[in-house]
């Protein structure tokens, strides 16, 4: 089993990054699949996820209306899209596979963003 974020970076704010969370050995279309951030010094957070059909999506408070959370199960692969980016975006993003049915989950092992001028 495999999820690998990419398309993480430096980015001024006001930029955008698209990322991208790959997936291998487990039934991706399956998975409802999520986008966590944890900042230094805090705790894990939820920022979007889907469901396993890509029909219903949600978003913390704090990024609605900039980033959105898709998904390609021909690809096995999970992207989000973040816009207007701010500094308080900074965190290391990691993507997470659920399957709450047979209680089970899968994290990638997370990447780096960085908002900053």
């Known amino acids: 089993v495999q999820l690998v974020e990419s398309g993480g970076g430096l980015v001024q704010p006001g930029g955008s990054l698209r990322l991208s969370c790959a997936a291998s050995?487990?039934?991706?279309?399956?998975?409802?699949m999520s986008w966590y951030r944890q900042a230094p010094g805090k705790e894990r957070e939820l920022v979007a996820s889907i469901l396993s059909d890509g029909g219903s999506t949600n978003y913390a408070d704090s990024v609605k209306g900039r980033f959105t959370i898709s998904r390609d199960n021909a690809k096995k692969t999970v992207y989000l899209q973040m816009n207007s980016l701010k500094p308080e975006d900074t965190a290391v993003y990691h993507c997470?596979?659920?399957?709450?049915?047979?209680?089970?989950?899968?994290w990638g092992q997370g990447i780096q963003v960085i908002v900053s001028s």
């Open positions: 050995g487990f039934a991706f279309s399956r998975y409802a």
């Open positions: 997470k596979a659920n399957w709450a049915l047979i209680n089970r989950a899968y």
